[in-house]
């Protein structure tokens, strides 16, 4: 147990993250107190930046790369304007434990040292800054996983998915928060606080990954680096209108994380990227795979990243979609299912026959929570439990909805977890069928499934980014997390309080779905982000990419 109080613990974390960004050169302008704020904050470093940062730190990964590429940007301009807009993130939305600015101005200037010396770029992510939340070990840095009492531990070594970014060329400068427990989907935390949504600071950034959110919502950052055991990269890449992969398991390593529970293995988390642009999220996996981790990593499926255009569709087969508008629990609120109708209606007007949908009937949805809530504190939330008592810090709200008040979580036996682990893999052979239900038929020849739905087009969450300390459902993320099935999240618009009135006549089914219910207010929603989420099975991980490419091409001709 820690001899400091967890209140002299988290001013001094703080004093370390504000001391990180105080070494910024030039210094960073004073903005308005908190409470002078106003709710969307998104606008806000574009307004004190300088012209050449506001071009930098708005640009698609993609497009940084191009203009690191060409010489048109130097590294080192490239990760100050990024470690600029971070700092002035963390002023806006609390979303940063520390920035390394020496560490990244270092390492830029040996990328443009490299290009000038060698006429080429480092590798594929040549000079491109990325931020990393802060589980994710970094060499002589702290991690702590959320707990006051951990605070002070220093990673031995880089994470080994660091490794492999850092020989493609690119720039590690920012680490984002991450709540307590590392179990929310919000970003609250005893050391350092709530971080907020900057389309709306009354709301969440999402969670666990939800510094990160938070910083590519307000463009601190094009791509970074999320953790997903329930949600964590889909929640937040939502909330904040970007990108979120969460990879099939065992496709990208985990080593050199700092997390309660390790070697737990019968709900397997996932590390994966975080982006402005789709096109960021297959630069980054196309990166991690290239250096075969699984040759360092044995427990990793020797697969590399295949270009997901190649498949999207087959040609003059329609893609089939199944759309899940509703599972059957809790039902979303308006504008998500508003921007859902709306994507499919653009998609079978615009798309030539590009696309097929067809409405996918939920299984059990209720059963698959029960299952992953039980797995998920397999000793009971004893060493959560311990971390927090360590130094004496308060439960967060959400640690204790999904810890102590949770029902389904206790000290399960050898035979207990046995006997859940065995329900599991039925349940996901059950789910198997289902989507083998949608085939016509089976080609003789190749084994091939005919006319089976290829995605699955469903909702992140019941709702936009909700108000603080209110993320409680978790099923629209979590079903696939025990299915360990691949899924992506992508923008579609915004809440817009003309539009999407409350119904007022609707009657819940149930205590979960009053509870989603009565947090829906217009008003409170105004302009958060919707977003949409794409699934596949097992180890499609680029058909789902390559699909979620296929649909903006036609969205975008649609607007």
Not at 88 to 97: E, H, R, S
Not at 289 to 308: F, M, Q
Not at 490 to 517: C, I, M, T, W
Not at 522 to 539: D, T
Request: hydrophobic residues 40%.
């Amino acid at each position: 147990m820690s001899t400091d109080s967890w209140e002299s613990i988290a001013a001094e974390a703080q004093k370390h993250r504000d001391a990180s960004i105080d070494r910024l050169q030039p210094p960073l302008p004073g903005l308005p107190a908190t409470a002078d704020l106003p709710l969307d904050v998104t606008s806000i470093p574009a307004a004190v930046l300088t012209p050449q940062e506001v071009a930098i730190t708005e640009a698609s990964p993609e497009h940084v790369l191009q203009k690191l590429a060409g010489q048109e940007w130097s590294a080192v301009d490239v990760a100050s304007a990024f470690l600029r807009r971070a700092g002035l993130a963390q002023q806006l939305v609390n979303c940063i434990t520390e920035l390394t600015p020496e560490r990244a101005l270092a390492r830029a200037k040996e990328c443009d040292d490299y290009l000038k010396t060698h006429g080429k770029p480092m590798g594929p992510l040549h000079g491109l800054p990325i931020s990393v939340k802060e589980m994710v070990g970094m060499k002589g840095l702290d991690l702590n996983a959320g707990f006051c009492g951990w605070w002070g531990t220093v990673a031995e070594e880089d994470a080994w998915l660091l490794d492999s970014l850092w020989d493609a060329g690119c720039v590690f400068y920012a680490r984002t928060t991450q709540p307590q427990t590392l179990m929310h989907l919000e970003t609250s935390s005893n050391l350092y606080g709530v971080t907020v949504n900057p389309y709306n600071r009354n709301l969440t950034s999402g969670g666990s990954s939800g510094g990160e959110g938070a910083l590519l919502g307000i463009k601190g950052s094009c791509l970074g680096i999320g953790t997903d055991i329930g949600g964590s990269i889909r929640s937040p890449a939502a909330n904040n209108g970007v990108y979120g992969l969460r990879p099939t398991a065992n496709r990208l390593p985990l080593g050199g994380l700092s997390a309660s529970m390790e070697g737990a293995e019968h709900i397997m988390p996932v590390i994966g990227p975080m982006s402005t642009s789709l096109a960021g999220i297959d630069i980054f996996m196309h990166a991690a795979l290239a250096k075969k981790p699984w040759l360092r990593s044995p427990s990793l499926v020797p697969l590399p990243w295949t270009p997901p255009a190649t498949l999207a569709s087959t040609p003059g087969k329609p893609i089939k979609v199944g759309v899940l508008w509703d599972d059957g629990i809790v039902k979303p609120h308006l504008p998500i299912l508003r921007a859902l109708q709306e994507t499919v209606a653009k998609l079978q007007t615009a798309g030539n026959s590009q696309f097929e949908f067809v409405d996918w009937t939920p299984y059990k949805h209720d059963e698959a929570w029960e299952i992953i809530a039980s797995l998920y504190f397999a000793d009971g939330g004893a060493e959560e439990s311990a971390a927090i008592a360590s130094s004496g810090e308060p439960w967060r709200p959400l640690s204790r909805w999904i810890i102590p008040d949770n029902p389904h979580v206790k000290n399960l036996s050898i035979a207990e977890l046995w006997a859940l682990t065995n329900r599991r893999d039925a349940y996901r052979a059950q789910y198997a069928q289902v989507w083998n239900d949608t085939a016509s038929g089976v080609d003789a020849t190749t084994g091939d499934l005919l006319g089976a739905v290829d995605v699955i087009l469903c909702p992140v969450g019941p709702g936009a980014a909700p108000p603080l300390d209110c993320a409680r459902y978790w099923g629209y993320t979590s079903q696939w997390n025990l299915l360990d099935y691949p899924a992506l999240v992508f923008p579609v618009g915004k809440v817009d309080q003309q539009r999407d009135a409350k119904d007022g006549s609707y009657q819940p089914r149930n205590e979960q779905d009053l509870y989603n219910h009565e947090l829906y207010d217009p008003k409170v929603y105004e302009n958060a982000p919707i977003s949409l989420q794409l699934v596949g099975r097992r180890f499609e991980d680029e058909k789902v990419v390559g699909v979620c490419r296929a649909m903006e091409a036609v969205l975008k001709t649609a607007l």
